[in-house]
């Protein structure tokens, strides 16, 4: 099974896509072998610009076009590596050649599986005020707990400004764990969801003062691990 990754949502954090999947991978499967993975990158600024300027169909097309040339390429199965363009995950999906796989629907089943009912996000101001994770969530009796609105403008301009381009800062790093107290002090957080695949690579830490961080890049690689796996066994077990 070849496992397809639209890539470069950011640049970063599809390096630690990368690097999580083959190391995780070579833990599970231990006969020496890796996985088969083919990225495609694309323009971050045209994502970026299309959610901003609220061109949800260029966004659409782009990722759209991306997920056909790497089912072209021999891939079998696909995700997005990036949380906010899951905005538009389901018009992408009902037009994908391959199954793909949702960072949301992952994170949500890692949340239950943790035991988590009340849970912080991190992420760009369009995942944070967005309803693609929240309509998940409330499905599940899980409820997200947003920052303050002056703590979501703080977050979402070092994530775009310096997360996004490889930048991580102590005192961002700070500024983050400071929200993550005021979320656990005055709004009875159980969790944090890190909905922004940089922000594991700042945040680089399982939990904060009992609060269990769920990475998101983290459990999408599972999810995708446990396909090719699943896959594998089927496989196996028809060619006995």
Known sequence: MKLGIVGGLGPESTVD?????????????????????IINCVDLKRVVDGITGSDLADVTECLVDAVEALARAGADFGLIAANTPHIVFDDVQLRSPIPLISIVEAACDGAKAAGLT?????????????????????????????????DQDWIHKRYLGELVEGV?????????????????????????????????????????????????????????????????????????
């Open 17 to 37: 896509y990368y690097q999580s999947l083959v190391a995780r991978y070579r833990e599970r499967v231990r006969d020496g072998s890796y996985p088969r993975v």
């Open 118 to 150: 009340r849970i912080g996000i991190f992420g760009t101001r369009f995942t944070m005020n967005g309803r693609f994770y929240t309509d998940v969530f409330d499905r599940a009796g899980i409820a997200l707990v947003m920052p303050d609105p002056d």
């Open 168 to 240: 991580f800062k102590p005192e961002t790093r700070e500024g983050l764990l400071d929200i993550v107290d005021r979320l656990r002090t005055r709004k009875g957080i159980d969790g944090l969801l890190l909905a922004g695949t940089e922000l594991p690579l700042i945040l680089r830490m399982e939990s904060y003062d009992e609060i269990p961080f769920l990475d998101t890049t983290r459990i999408h690689v599972e999810r995708a691990i446990d396909e090719m796996l699943r896959e594998l066994s089927v496989t196996g077990s028809s060619a006995r």
